[in-house]
């Protein structure tokens, strides 16, 4: 990465001469969609192609990094990485290989403003920088639907704090999705924004706060379909299970103790790639997005 704005505009200069260049190392980034909500992860995936007709040792050179990205916002301004001191471990491509990386660039590029973002991977090699064709994406903010301040309780990690939950829509082009975001608005400090699955419209999610302070939410995902997560004030995914309301429809029932449990509804067990594959059927909990990933 670059220690100044100058060498950053420099490198920028750089890579937009260097066309000719990528026929020895090819350089693609790519990112899952063109959307994102405020603090939701973007991952990047970086394609490194060696054609340099040898085996290729990317290293850092001071001070030059072999790894980093141009990011331009919507007025073609560059936005400087949050941390410009980093170490990255050597890697050798073998000559004709491919190597790939994932980087979320929310943890090095304050990339959470709402606008709009032009993004290309930086690879330092043979004295000379390869950069990737630029892709754009855009960050916006969704519908706040709920929201809680609760106090973590002694015993937990980072007891007499708070933390404040809040359940988002955000419209993606083929469907609305529900958003969980945790954060220490006192601090500052957002701790995980985390897709749970498809929203269906009308049907609002059913949410309750255990003693712990632990999150619990059911949402209808699709017609006859739940999803149940938990998540502890520290973004923590404690559990994510599916289920079907074939018989009587699910929802969450506190106790007199403060405990959350499901009641109604029939868990659906997830199966295995075999059985999956042995049992053919129509569309069904596999056809939804991915699954919570870890904060």
Sequence with gaps: ???????????????????ALRAQVLVRVEVPRHLF?????????????????RDLVLADKAPDHWF???????????????AR???????????????????????????????AYHVRAVIFATDKYYASPGVAFEVSEGTTLWSQTVGIPDGEKGAGTNRSYELLSFRQPKDNMLYVRIQDKEAGIVYATLPLGRLVNGY??????DALSHLHILQMDSPKEYIYTRLSPNAELLGQQDFTDLKTRPHLRKTPSGDVTIAGGI?????????????PTGPKLSDRPPRLPPP
Excluded: W
């Excluded at 868990?267 to 049992?279: D, G, L, N, R």
């Design 1 to 19: 990465m670059p220690r100044s704005p100058l060498r950053f505009l420099l490198l920028a200069l750089l890579c937009a001469f260097a066309p």
């Design 68 to 82: 980093s990205f141009e990011i331009m916002n919507d007025k073609g301004m560059p936005i400087p990485p949050t």
């Design 204 to 209: 609002n999610p059913d949410v309750q706060i």
């Design 267 to 279: 868990e659906v067990q997830q199966k295995t790639p075999q059985e999956a594959a042995a049992v």
């Design 37 to 53: 909500i405020c603090y939701e992860p973007i991952v990047a995936t970086v394609t490194i192609t060696n054609m340099t007709g």
């Design 85 to 115: 001191e980093y170490h990255l471990d050597p890697l050798t491509i073998p000559m004709g290989q491919t190597a790939h990386r994932k980087v979320n660039l929310v943890n090095l590029y304050p990339v959470t403003d709402f606008g």
